[in-house]
């Protein structure tokens, strides 16, 4: 479908890219050269910069979402963990992952370690890894650890392409990811600025393009995006500005934001798609390549459940920068059903808010919810209140 509208045609292409559980947007970037290999990766955060400095694709794998029927992952995973182990095993049993030589589980919860291992029985002529991440943050003690699980991936990741890499190219490809992240980080203080300007429903889907896109092409789309929509003016509303917290492993259906933002909600931050920020800042490109990225990963990095840190006496803080960089009135908390480290971190993060008499309210979904009514009454409700009690 084409429009002369450009923004529109943005949001298109990348929705035809989020709907295409196939991937073949990464079977057509392989076939345009010869020997290319593609890395899948689970949610939150891996070194990309290693697996582009290879030559390499990365691809982030973001389960089934709500277009995908699980049959066969059902019968790997009981019922009462969260959703997006099933429907990741359904998509590497039905073959859609099948352009992937290899994938990567980072340290984001048990049932993802335990993923791991299951991808390693199942599909045992591919390269599989379990990317740990240190738990100590003190650069000479977990900072060794993490420098030395880099360095693993790097040799695997050279071995896999047939030579080694180099610090040159790791410092090409760190310069790029580096660049990528300014331009989200744009799109995120544009948001912020103007949220009518740019929906979250957009701009989540600008941000899963990257998922599948070389970090090259998908830059320039984000800058495309923040010209084309900035060029044309939309209608403001008086909605609640609010905070999204816990949706950074499996992601939300597309329609639970659409739900949010036509409840009366402006979005203004978020922790989806973390691994597009997880790095605060650039990294260097002078010095050692992989040191440079274990101390940003140690020291410049987003708080989340996800990431444990058993001396950090500031939990909560992270959340409270979101709020008032934003200009947030309230924060929703949107955890995914049996997220056990968003859902033992919430009362934490909670009674911050309630301290600093911060609104919040909260639920749980699935990656395939299809009841949105009632989160949109929820939310709905929220920014009603935030309105109602503002004014007064």
Known sequence: MTTANPVQAIVERCQTLFDDLDFNA????KAA??????????PIYVPRELIHAAG?????????????EVIQGDAYYQS????????????????????LDGMLFPSICDVIRNLSGMWQLMFQDKYVRYFDAPQNYEDEVGGRFYVHELGILRDDLGKLRGKPITDAELDA?????????????????????????????EVYLILRAGMVLPPEEHTQLVRDYLAATDAVARPRRDNARIVINGSFCEQPPLNL?????????????????????????????????????????????????????????????YLLHQVKKGSAEGVIFAAPSFCDPALLERPMLQDVLAKQKIPYTAFKYAENTGQMAPIREQAGTFADSIKLWSAA
């Open 80 to 99: 009462y963990i969260c959703r997006i182990p099933r429907s990741t095993i359904e998509l590497g049993l039905t073959g859609r992952l099948d352009c």
């Open 257 to 317: 934001i659409k739900s949010i933002e036509m409840a009366g909600c402006y979005i203004v931050d978020d922790d989806f798609m973390l691994v597009t920020r997880w790095l605060l800042d650039d990294v260097p490109t002078v010095g050692k390549p992989l040191e440079e990225l274990s101390k940003a990963f140690l020291h410049r990095s987003a708080s989340t459940a996800a990431k444990y840190d058993a001396k950090r006496e500031d939990k909560g803080q």
């Open 26 to 29: 990464v079977k057509q970037w």
């Open 173 to 201: 490809s760190i310069a790029v990811y580096n660049e990528n992240r300014r331009a989200i980080a744009d799109l995120y203080a544009y948001r912020a600025a103007k949220p009518w300007q740019a929906p979250t429903s």
């Open 56 to 68: 390499m694709l990365p691809v982030g794998i973001l389960g089934g979402g709500d277009q995908l």
């Open 33 to 42: 050269g010869p020997g290319r290999k593609a890395i899948g990766y689970m």
